[in-house]
T-cell receptor, first 111, second 114 residues
């Protein structure tokens, strides 16, 4: 079952922060985050596993709340290069049989 | 490392024609995935292989679609006959262990069926 992402779109000024949420109706084993720029392929950002710690990647970090069955991606002091569509992907099993991408959140960072 | 290599980058074909998309995964990656992306349906998994063996093809839309992985360095996705509703971007991705490392996507093939 496809996870829900919110917001669907967000517009920021350079230097502002943003949070993108990904939630599931089922208990999750792992959550992936990807960014896709227009006309390009999705690029892997990070993966969070059940029982794991919050991850960080430069000024982009993510958390995984197993109890709420959701993950949040945090973009701090956004840069123009952060613009793109962010996808979460969720997996409910340990064997990867049910991995599915969310619909995406379009992020636009303006100067 | 050259990454995941897909060909062609663009394909325009007439309805009814056969289309073959090609993918070379990253060496050493045991998993290979074929995804389709459209505005309406987003990223959809079509099929994935583990060690050249098809594991889950439940996402393949119809019998018109078929995929093969004859060896660890090559896979094809074939559509025969093609229809306008097949128009999409088709991505190939590979992974060492996708439960822990995520996917590396190829640049994609933009297919237009007229």
């Amino acid at each position: 079952q496809q996870p829900v992402q919110s917001p669907q779109a967000v517009i920021l000024r350079e230097g502002e922060d943003a949070v993108i949420n990904c939630s599931s109706s089922k208990a999750l084993y792992s959550v992936h985050w990807y960014r896709q720029k227009h006309g390009e392929a999705p690029v892997f950002l990070m993966i969070l596993l059940k029982g794991g710690e919050q991850k960080g990647h430069e000024k982009i970090s993510a958390s995984f709340n197993e109890k709420k069955q959701q993950s949040s991606l945090y973009l701090t002091a956004s840069q123009l290069s952060y613009s793109g569509t962010y996808f979460c992907g969720t997996e409910i099993g340990i064997y990867g049989q049910n991995f599915v991408f969310g619909p995406g959140t379009r992020l636009s960072v303006l100067p | 490392d050259a990454g995941v290599i897909q060909s062609p980058r663009h394909e325009v074909t007439e309805m009814g024609q056969e289309v073959t998309l090609r993918c070379k995964p990253i060496s050493g990656h045991d998993y290979l995935f074929w995804y389709r992306q459209t505005m309406m349906r987003g990223l959809e998994l079509l099929i994935y292989f583990n060690n050249n063996v098809p594991i889950d093809d439940s996402g393949m839309p119809e019998d018109r679609f078929s995929a093969k992985m004859p060896n660890a360095s090559f896979s094809t996705l074939k559509i025969q006959p093609s229809e306008p509703r097949d128009s999409a971007v088709y991505f190939c991705a590979s992974s060492l262990d996708f439960l822990n490392y995520g996917y590396t996507f190829g640049s994609g093939t933009r297919l237009t069926v007229v």
